[in-house]
């Protein structure tokens, strides 16, 4: 049977179908990996591999994703499982209701596995910011995973996960699959319902997946995308094959490079190895356009806007009243208020709150929320023009490699400057994915570097079918060595 | 002596008769078990997302459409943001710079008026303008026990309506006038069952006074704690003096919100507006827009006769006075009595003084509603043909009327049963009119030397005779054919 955990979703599933394993291997396969890797690692906040296996055992494999254990981002609910955003003020937080995602994931066969570390309340981009614990890189445990979804992406990579779920406000999927070496899959904005997904930025907000091969982050979204009643930004489209583009070649393709995304202080081991992968890309029959998104420079500053003031509004609920941590004693209602905030949120979620508060404060609301929704438009607008004239874009997924644990935690913008090149896909609500593209060595040890693909709004099939081109030319091998 | 001159603007919050909140399906319903219509998007749960009631929007629509307003091609939610246990998510979904409807009014009638004051209306016919009417969610309610307090997210999230009128009212009356005819528009509308008592309605109340003759208006004061259409009349009857009282002593007014004492009748400080509270509205990320076409299309397909539509058809169809049509479209389910019961009658106005005298007098002495009324509207029309045709008289109207009351059944079965068949054949009526007479001579005597009166005490006799059964006029009548 060999080691179970070195498989992919489709690998994984003709196996089950064939007889050669069952399920429930599949579980035990990723218990002996946990319990051997997470003690150095520190992906999982919490695991239960006894009702997973219950589950495993129950699993109707003839299901579309029957029998396979997805690890889930402790931002999502999954009835009767803790949900603590990696915040102290939702310790002990068990989820009374599942998720929307969970809900279709569990009815197509799927077993939701563990709670995935993350930066509190999804803000942060090393995953430095939870509470709980750090994560480390799988490839050098002495850096970070990239984040937020961190967790996640590196249970994927240290093969402690066939595939796990994320979310993604800022590029909080593609940018730890980045720095870890495997497939990250932001969805278009409507694309996959919120509900259940604890809201960091509604309107940048998409829950993704994480796996080693693009094929298998498709046949997730297949089962999570579609319109939910309880999500009304959640969009009525026909239900879709996301693997049915998957030709092996680009030809006919049109990919754009976005002048703006090679900028000169990126590390220019990155840029090298991005270059390659695009030369392989033109190598599979695509044909390369240089394009500009002349108002890229500005989304940071917008996104730290807009992200900052609904972050504001969507965390005033934790406040102690109805669940979660609450400060003892409290003379009255202001002091209940700011103990149990004060005592529950880590610095980056409060330097946040205060920050988003600030930009919607009267007098300041136009300067800086009015103005920066009017920027995201002229953003929106720069890919908008840009796909007039191709079918995607090209480009790295983040300026670095990963960085030493510790080394930015004191430099809130330079950690900011992480997302550079994610950020601007979550303003204009289109789809994107990362695809490792090159290892760099960096001190004896190998570092994985992302190519980020980005397409039109809800042009997913044809997204996934160029990173699978890619992949099957230019990615199995790092794939393969995942340590 | 400085005269002055009151201020007063509503701000009116109406919960909307819906079957599930605005933005969960759980279900609306006053007096629940605390904490038993409750979900994670009602009780702000970590992920829970709103998901707007489609009802709700539509009776906002229609609202608009009854009071005239303007409304917009698209409206949509913001929060608004501020810290209180019982707003579960610490923002309210609520309506900022779009609202739904704009503009609009609220027209006064007499009858709107508290009884005692509507014989002293200083402006007839007064129309209260409306700022604006916007639809958002309603927070939960806190209950303040000895040592700890609870919340019931039972209420939160119920539809609410909040209607702000122009400062367009003068006088405590006006308020009421107001009052009255924003709540019997909810309900004639469907819109809400707008009973104060269960908050379905609630009333704020901002009121300043200022010399006669100034254009500035006055310090602006905020009353709150006003449970009844009436207590917000007594509430301004005491706040307006108390503000002309300090004035004129030379004191100066704080900008402050008071609290109404409905028992002792007066207003005591809450709190002193500090500064004004920043809510940092925006729009709700977690909603789109609303195009309202569709929803007004909806709406005007419901849109019911105004009161005053119905008061006037009344008159014109039926032949009513015009306080009569009042009275009756007051209530829209006794306007709907009154026509089932008026439509196929002969004389519909005696029609409306049934309603008007014996049935409403009966209903209120067994503390019944006009929906529980156990006569239905076709059997009184039967009664008041019974007596109108003359088949009985209309003291045994009476009789049968209360027999139809408390037993249910229908007149002419009553009439039957009872024999109360009126006696309308001259030869047994003659009989009769022979026996009295030769047994009164008397009063005969007195008849015949002119004494008018003794007729009446003869035919009193008579009626007494047939058992209250002869038709009193035609007993009358043969009577003083024999006296003559």
Redesign the interface.
């Given at each position: 049977m060999g080691d179970l955990t070195h498989l992919t979703i489709s690998e994984l599933q003709a196996g089950f179908r064939k007889g050669d394993f069952t399920p429930a291997d599949a579980v035990r396969a990723l218990e002996a990996r946990i319990q051997a890797v997470d003690p150095q690692i520190g992906a999982f906040l919490a695991r239960d591999f006894d009702s997973a296996l219950a589950a495993a055992k129950k699993a109707d494999v003839s299901q579309p994703l029957g029998g396979v254990p997805i690890g889930i981002k402790d931002?999502?609910?999954v009835l009767g499982e803790q949900?603590t955003?990696a915040s102290k003020i939702?310790a002990g937080?068990k989820?009374?209701?599942d998720?929307t995602v969970i809900a279709r994931l569990k009815a197509a066969g799927a077993i939701p596995f563990g709670r995935l570390n993350l930066d509190e309340f999804a803000m942060g981009s090393s995953t430095e910011n939870s509470a709980y614990q750090i994560t480390k890189n799988p490839w050098d445990p002495t850096r970070i995973p990239g984040g937020s979804s961190g967790g996640s992406a590196a249970a994927v990579s240290a093969r402690m996960a066939y595939a796990t779920l994320g979310s993604d406000t800022g590029g909080s999927i593609r940018q730890p699959a980045s720095l870890c070496g495997v497939v990250g899959l932001k969805p278009s904005y409507g694309r996959v319902s919120?509900?259940?997904?604890?809201?960091f930025?509604?309107?940048l907000d998409q829950i993704g997946p994480f796996a080693r091969s693009t094929r298998d982050c498709a046949s997730l979204l297949s089962v999570m995308a579609g319109k939910d009643?309880?999500?009304?930004?959640s969009l009525d489209l026909p239900p879709e094959d996301f693997t049915s583009r998957m030709t092996g070649d680009l030809r006919g393709i049109r990919l754009g490079i976005p002048r703006e995304y090679f900028v000169d202080g990126m590390d220019p081991r990155v840029r090298a190895k991005v270059e390659e992968a695009i030369k392989t890309c033109e190598t599979l029959g695509a044909e390369l356009v240089e394009v500009s998104l002349p108002h890229t420079e500005y989304a940071i500053g917008v996104y730290y806007i807009i992200a900052t003031?609904?972050a504001?509004?969507n965390l005033?609920?934790?406040?102690g009243?109805?669940?979660g941590h609450r400060a003892k004693n409290p003379t009255d209602?202001l002091d209940h208020?700011r103990r149990s905030r004060e005592e529950g949120f880590g610095s980056e979620v409060k330097r946040r709150i205060i920050l988003g508060?600030y930009v919607?404060?009267?007098g300041y609301?136009d300067a800086y929320?009015l103005r920066a929704q009017k920027v995201r438009t002229l953003i929106r607008q720069d890919f908008t023009r840009a796909f007039e004239t191709v079918d995607a874009l090209v480009c790295p997924t983040s300026p670095d490699l990963a960085f030493k644990i510790g080394e930015r935690v004191n430099d809130p913008l330079r950690m900011y400057l992480a997302d550079i090149f994610t950020i601007a896909a979550n303003l204009a609500g289109i789809c994107g994915i990362s695809v490792p593209c090159g290892l760099v060595e960096e001190k004896g040890t190998s570092l994985p570097v992302g190519l980020q693909f980005l397409g039109k709004p809800l042009d997913e099939s044809r997204l996934l079918g160029i990173a699978d081109a890619y992949e099957q030319a230019g990615a199995k091998e790092i794939l393969a060595q995942i340590p | 002596m400085t005269e002055y001159l009151a201020t007063i603007g509503l701000e009116v919050h109406v919960q909307l008769r819906t079957r599930s909140k605005m933005f969960c399906s759980c279900a609306v319903e006053f007096g629940a078990e605390p904490n038993t219509h409750v979900c994670?998007v009602c009780?702000?749960?970590?992920?829970?997302?709103?998901?707007?009631n489609e009802e709700a929007l539509r009776l906002t629509a229609l609202a608009g459409l009854m009071l005239g307003c303007e409304i917009g091609p698209v409206c949509k939610f913001d929060?608004k943001?501020y810290?209180y246990?019982d707003m579960?998510?610490?923002?309210q979904i609520s309506q900022y710079d779009l609202p739904f409807c704009l503009g609009g009014a609220v027209p006064l009638h007499d009858l709107s008026y508290p009884k005692d004051a509507q014989k002293m209306i200083a402006t007839k016919d007064k129309k209260i303008r409306l700022v604006r009417i916007h639809l958002e969610e309603d927070v939960a309610k806190s209950f303040h026990m000895e040592t700890v307090s609870g919340?019931d997210f039972n209420r939160a999230g119920t539809p609410l309506l909040e209607i702000v009128s122009e400062p367009d009212i003068a006088s405590p009356e006006e308020a009421f006038a107001y009052l009255t005819v924003l709540q019997q528009l909810m309900i004639y509308g469907g819109i809400s069952d707008a009973d104060m008592e269960k908050g379905q309605m609630r009333c704020d109340v901002n009121v300043s006074v200022r010399p006669v003759g100034t254009e500035k208006f006055g310090t602006k004061i905020e009353l709150k704690n006003l449970n009844s259409i009436s207590g917000v009349r007594r509430g301004l009857a005491f706040e307006i003096p108390r503000q002309i009282e300090i004035l004129r002593a030379g004191g100066t007014l704080d900008q402050e919100t008071r609290r109404w004492d409905d028992v002792r009748g007066e207003t005591t400080l809450m709190r002193i507006k500090e500064s004004?509270h920043?809510y940092?509205?925006?729009p709700d990320?977690?909603?789109?827009p609303v195009r309202t076409a569709p929803l007004v299309a909806a709406a005007r397909a419901r849109q019911p006769e105004l009161p005053w539509e119905k008061r006037a058809r009344f008159v014109a169809d039926f032949g009513v006075s015009e306080y009569d049509a009042s009275v009756l479209s007051d209530d829209l389910e006794m306007a709907a009595y009154f026509e089932t019961a008026a439509k196929g009658a002969r004389k519909p106005k005696n029609v409306a003084n049934w309603i008007l005298n014996d049935l409403q007098s009966a209903l209120a002495t067994a503390s019944l509603g006009i929906r529980d009324c156990p006569i239905r509207p076709e059997g009184l029309d039967e009664l008041v043909h019974l007596i109108d045709s003359g088949v009985i008289n209309s003291r045994q109207g009476k009789e049968v009327f209360a027999e139809m009351f408390s037993t249910g059944k229908a007149a002419a079965g009553i009439v039957e049963e009872k024999g109360l068949r009126q006696v309308s054949d001259a030869g047994a009526i003659e009989a009769l009119a022979d026996e009295v007479l030769a047994a009164n001579p008397g009063p005969v005597a007195d008849y015949k030397s002119g004494k008018a009166s003794a007729l009446n005490f003869l035919k009193g006799q008579l009626m007494k005779l047939s058992k209250g059964k002869a038709n009193p006029s035609l007993a009358g009548e043969i009577l003083e054919k024999k006296l003559q």
């Open positions: 931002a999502i609910n949900c955003c939702l937080y989820a009374p209701y998720a919120r509900y259940g997904l604890v809201a930025a509604s309107s009643p309880h999500d009304s930004t003031a609904e504001s509004a005033a609920r934790f406040d009243v109805r669940y209602l208020y508060t919607l404060s009267s609301y929320y | 994670p009780l702000g749960l970590p992920g829970a997302l709103p998901v707007m929060r943001n810290f246990p579960p998510k610490n923002y919340i004004a920043d940092r509205y925006f990320p977690d909603l789109l």
